[in-house]
């Protein structure tokens, strides 16, 4: 940790170098560190004010639906931003008056893989919104980040379901309990191997969140050039 308070996530030969300040062993040639998992809950707002990451690392926020995925990307992210919620509200704008959200769902996301794609092809670090039900996009990223040279990390935004609810409800939408299990249990499920130490295959940090620790930050970046792509 340095002295502004700014924590790598995940120490690569391209980021902050300091394995040593981080408790992590040294590593033999050839091979991948084991992940590290932080967990930054409970910390009353004194932990990192900044998460960075390498130049072609890819980073995924995931959590329940109204957690507040969408609004700390928004505050904190300085660089290549891919949020699903941006894809969906550009849709909203031009066909919710006239069809169901069910309607044009398959549409939304199609538009918002596409999106991705056309990040991933930049090689640059980017920061990707996970509605936290599709593990296949998180093995996809994966995979492009150690094409590219760099590593995939995880940050997780622990919030209480009821508190997540009551985020989807300030913006407007009802959500049953039917189409809330699923993500409810996926969440879950994702929380319980992360805070065992055994984040998603690929992954090479998990960061845990909650709402304290995710109003505390005020950067999510990396070390070398990025920018916001413009879709």
Not at 10 to 38: D, E, I, K, M, S
Request: hydrophobic share 40%; proline share 6%; net charge positive.
């Amino acid at each position: 940790m340095t002295v502004n308070r700014t924590v790598p996530a995940y120490v690569t030969n391209r980021a902050l170098a300091l394995p040593a300040a981080l408790g992590l062993p040294a590593r033999r040639p050839g091979t991948r560190p084991a992940p590290v998992v932080r967990d930054l809950r409970e910390r009353a707002g004194r932990g990192p004010r900044a998460l960075l990451f390498g130049p072609r690392d890819l980073v995924v926020v995931t959590g329940l639906p109204g957690s507040g995925k969408s609004t700390l990307m928004r505050r904190t992210v300085r660089g290549l931003m891919i949020d699903s919620q941006d894809t969906r509200e550009r849709w909203d704008a031009r066909l919710a008056r006239h069809l169901p959200y069910a309607v044009y769902r398959p549409l939304v996301r199609l538009a918002h893989y596409a999106a991705l794609r056309r990040a991933l092809r930049t090689g640059e670090g980017a920061v990707v919104h996970d509605c936290g039900t599709q593990a296949w996009v998180r093995a996809w990223l994966g995979r492009a980040a150690r094409r590219r040279g760099g590593t995939l990390h995880l940050i997780l935004l622990d919030v209480s379901p009821e508190d997540a609810l009551a985020g989807q409800r300030r913006r407007g939408r009802g959500v049953s309990a039917y189409a809330f299990g699923r993500p409810r249990r996926a969440a879950a499920r994702l929380l319980r191997a992360v805070t065992a130490g055994d984040p998603p295959a690929g992954c090479g940090s998990a960061i845990v969140l909650d709402r304290r620790a995710a109003d505390a930050l005020r950067r999510i970046g990396f070390t070398g050039r990025a920018r916001r792509i413009t879709r």
